[in-house]
């Protein structure tokens, strides 16, 4: 995967109304916001220019504590809610997820920034290894003085119950979690059949914008725009249809200026698709019924 990211000044040239956000969420998707060399620098110019409210979703792990103090600095009074990735309570069963990161600077970049007065959440994805470990997480949690801990369960196993990978020469399993959630929270990868589909990004009036500057509805399809040119075909039809729709465009059309790629065709092309019920991967993403994450408490 190449390494790529936005800078300050990509971020002022696809974003010229800042004063319009409502919202601004770094989500990551496939990477991680704060290995961005610019960073900080992209959150402080538009908490300045826009009135947004923002979110970041990190694995806390990528940078010093020297890097977060910065952060503190610079953004304090930035109306910022952080979301640290941390899937276990000890190193050996959150490593299993997240290679090469290190829970006690987690916690401790953590506390830093709670200790500096902002609001930190603990995602936490449920695995069969650490799903016993969760009531010990949750009163970890309020004793670090995280805001919240949000016990997320994981469709990323598709239809397997384990995914298996190799780590400096050894092999390791992830188990998808026997702990049912109590609704149908997870998408429906299988033959989804629903009656309607609820675009939460048109809802919302949200774009997802990538590493690259290209702009999609939600990262769920960017997801794909990205596979699409990175000679990935994709496993299942879901994967297989939108890739094939991304790679019969020309993809220019949803790069440059927020606003006026919004007005792209593509967008009311795909409002459209809706009310047939396609694409199927926003089937199984917004069809009625599903896609909430969370288990109950
Ligand atoms: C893919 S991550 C990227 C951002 C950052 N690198 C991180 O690790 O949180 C974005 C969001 O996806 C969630 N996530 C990561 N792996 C997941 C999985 N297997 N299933 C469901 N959500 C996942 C994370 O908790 C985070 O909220
Ligand atoms: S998956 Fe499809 S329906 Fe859902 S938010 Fe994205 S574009 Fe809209």
């Given at each position: 995967m190449a390494n790529v990211e936005l800078t300050l000044d990509d971020v002022k040239q696809i974003i010229?109304?800042?004063?319009?956000?409502e919202w601004i969420s770094f989500?990551?998707?496939?990477?991680?916001?704060?290995?961005?060399?610019?960073c900080i620098d992209i959150i402080e110019w538009l908490a300045e220019v826009s009135p947004a409210e923002f979110r970041m979703h990190t694995n806390?792990?990528?940078?010093n504590e020297e890097w977060w103090w910065d952060f503190c600095k610079r953004l304090h009074g930035v109306p910022i809610i952080i979301n640290f990735g941390i899937d276990g309570i000890t190193q050996a069963k959150h490593e299993?997820?997240?290679?090469?990161?290190d829970l006690q600077k987690i916690f401790d970049n953590a506390e830093l920034l709670i200790g500096a007065g902002f609001e930190v959440e603990w995602d936490y994805l449920v695995f069969k290894h650490n799903q016993d470990d969760i009531e010990t997480a949750k009163k970890m949690s309020d004793e670090k003085g995280f805001s919240k801990i949000n016990i997320i369960s994981t469709e990323r196993f598709w239809s397997k119950d384990a995914l298996e990978y190799d780590w400096k020469g050894e092999k390791y399993k992830l188990e998808r979690s026997?702990?049912?959630?109590?609704?149908?929270?997870?998408?429906?990868?299988?033959n989804p059949v629903v009656?309607?589909?609820?675009c939460f990004a048109q809802e919302r009036q949200e774009v997802y914008i990538d590493c690259r500057g290209y702009i999609t509805p939600c990262c769920y399809l960017g997801m794909y725009l990205y596979s699409s040119q990175q000679n990935q075909d994709g496993k299942f039809h879901s994967q297989q249809e939108l890739i094939g729709i991304f790679r019969s465009m020309?993809?220019?059309?949803?790069?440059?200026n927020l606003n006026e790629v919004v007005q792209d065709p593509f967008f009311s092309w795909l409002r459209g698709k809706h009310l047939e019920l396609q694409p199927k991967r926003c089937q199984a993403v917004?069809?009625?019924?599903?896609?909430?994450k969370l288990y109950n408490e």
């Open positions: 010229d109304e800042p004063e319009h956000l989500c990551g998707n496939y990477g991680e916001p704060i290995v961005a060399k610019e806390g792990s990528a940078r299993l997820y997240r290679r090469n990161t026997t702990h049912k959630p109590n609704k149908k929270q997870l998408m429906r990868i299988n009656n309607q589909i609820n020309n993809l220019d059309r949803l790069k440059g917004c069809g009625t019924e599903i896609n909430r």
